[in-house]
């Protein structure tokens, strides 16, 4: 079965500092797709950030960066010049596509509570 | 255009009734997918549907049901309710299975089972 684990329940960095949230998984499979979701304190979840197990590239986009280890099976979360509309539940995810139609499944993590202080 | 929505927001049951939960998708989305989050915990997927058909299916009781209509909203039906069925409900809707395309939350509806 796969497994999602985020080691990190809580951090809190100043604003414009760089953070680094973890986030490790487990799979015998090859071929699967991996998320950050954020989740402000208002509680609607946002996608952060895709990445493409077989892409070798790791995902950017603006402040926000992957690095994606695919045979440690680590996938972190870099938040550069960080702000503070960046506080917020942050959860790492990772789906499979089923061999057949019924099979599909996304697993989350637990989280991580990041607070961006002023 | 709006967001996915989802009705009610808060609703309170007691053990053992039963509830319906409702969600429309954004315009133009065609996959609808249920999650339930646990205070303090990460989303747990419950089931997607993708032009009507259930593609996928987490580890939930039969208590827990699901279905999409022709303008693909889609209904989250639980029987028998029990205490630990107090959570967030959350759903999500994409323009196809959320492989290839970007989920987009609701709200959330808040239940609560007393």
């Known amino acids: 079965a796969q497994t999602v684990t985020q080691s990190q329940p809580e951090m809190s960095v100043q604003e414009a500092e760089t953070v680094t949230l973890s986030c490790t998984y487990d799979?015998?499979?090859?071929?699967?797709?991996l998320f950050w979701y954020k989740q402000p304190p208002s509680r609607q979840m946002i996608l952060v950030i895709r990445?493409?197990?077989?892409?070798?590239q790791n995902a950017t986009e603006n402040r926000f960066s992957v690095n994606f280890q695919k045979a440690a099976k680590s996938f972190s979360l870099k938040i550069s010049d960080s702000q503070l509309g960046d506080t917020a539940m942050y959860f790492c995810a990772f789906f499979l596509r089923g061999e057949v139609n019924r099979d599909d499944k996304i697993i989350f993590g637990k989280g991580t509570r990041l607070h961006i202080l002023p | 255009d709006a967001g996915v929505t989802q009705s009610p927001t808060h609703l309170i049951k007691t053990r053992g009734q039963h509830v319906t939960l409702r969600c429309s998708p954004i315009?133009?989305?065609?996959?609808v997918s249920w999650y339930q989050q646990v205070l303090g915990q990460g989303p747990q997927f419950i089931f997607q549907?993708?032009?009507?058909?259930?593609?996928g299916r987490g580890n939930f009781p039969d208590r827990f049901s699901a279905r999409q209509f022709p303008n693909y909203s889609s209904e989250l039906n639980v029987n028998a309710l029990l205490l630990g069925d107090s959570a967030l409900y959350l759903c999500a809707s994409s323009l196809r299975a959320f492989t290839y395309n970007e989920q987009f939350f609701g709200p959330g509806t808040r239940l609560t089972v007393l």
């Open positions: 315009s133009g989305h065609k996959s």
């Open positions: 549907y993708y032009e009507k058909e259930e593609r």
């Open positions: 990445q493409e197990a077989y892409k070798q």
């Open positions: 799979t015998s499979e090859n071929n699967y797709y």
